[in-house]
């Protein structure tokens, strides 16, 4: 099971939000029974940050001021979006494949963000980053895709409703599902 933890209000971002990121994989870490080290950070080559030496995953994510980390034995990828006012057209056009287009026309500024955290949350799992090339997370039919298929490991993408201004979606090859929990 995905543990996400999530914080509402400031926070800092980059190497000094780090602590805000150790402090979650410790009370997910106590909570799995894990013993863990000193937690390190560091980013790869993609820029996909991760624990020096740990068997653990993350995914970090926020959006105006929420702040949420997913925590996984498996490699994980989360987004999280404020749903507001873009010009979803021309994104779309430039970044979505002719099946997302088709969604997003459909289903307007609500299908744009549907698959946008979608796929962010799948860039954030293989580490690419979302302008890489990426499959489509909306099928032939026009429907959002639950599960996919990446160098040979099943994936689900899970919606994670939180608030109607707010869109958050996990992507992950454990079947069990996620859980939310607040950091006080």
């Given at each position: 099971m995905v543990s996400i933890y999530f914080y509402d209000g400031p926070f800092?971002?980059?190497?000094?939000?780090?602590?805000?990121?150790?402090?979650?994989?410790?009370?997910?870490?106590?909570?799995?029974?894990?013993?863990?080290?000193?937690?390190?950070?560091?980013v790869d080559n993609k820029g996909k940050p991760f624990f020096v030496g740990e068997?653990?995953?993350?995914?970090?994510?926020?959006?105006?001021?929420?702040?949420?980390?997913?925590?996984?034995?498996?490699?994980?990828?989360?987004?999280?979006?404020?749903?507001g006012s873009r010009d979803i057209d021309r994104?779309?056009?430039?970044?979505?494949?002719?099946?997302?287009?088709k969604y997003v026309q459909l289903w307007g500024s609500e299908g744009f963000y549907d698959v946008w955290v979608r796929k962010e949350a799948l860039a954030k799992y293989t580490g690419e980053g979302i302008?890489?090339?990426?499959?489509?997370?909306?099928?032939?039919?026009?429907?959002?895709?639950?599960?996919?298929?990446?160098?040979?490991?099943?994936?689900?993408?899970?919606?994670?409703?939180?608030?109607?201004?707010i869109k958050c979606a996990l992507c992950s090859p454990d079947k069990e599902g996620w859980e939310v929990r607040e950091l006080i």
């Open positions: 800092a971002h980059g190497k000094a939000g780090y602590d805000i990121i150790k402090r979650a994989a410790r009370l997910y870490c106590n909570e799995k029974g894990f013993d863990v080290n000193e937690l390190n950070i560091e068997s653990i995953y993350f995914s970090l994510s926020h959006t105006g001021d929420m702040w949420m980390c997913a925590f996984s034995e498996f490699p994980c990828g989360l987004d999280i979006q404020e749903t994104i779309a056009e430039r970044m979505y494949t002719d099946n997302e287009k302008f890489s090339e990426t499959v489509s997370v909306v099928s032939q039919t026009h429907d959002l895709m639950r599960e996919i298929a990446i160098d040979d490991t099943e994936l689900t993408l899970y919606d994670i409703e939180l608030l109607p201004e």
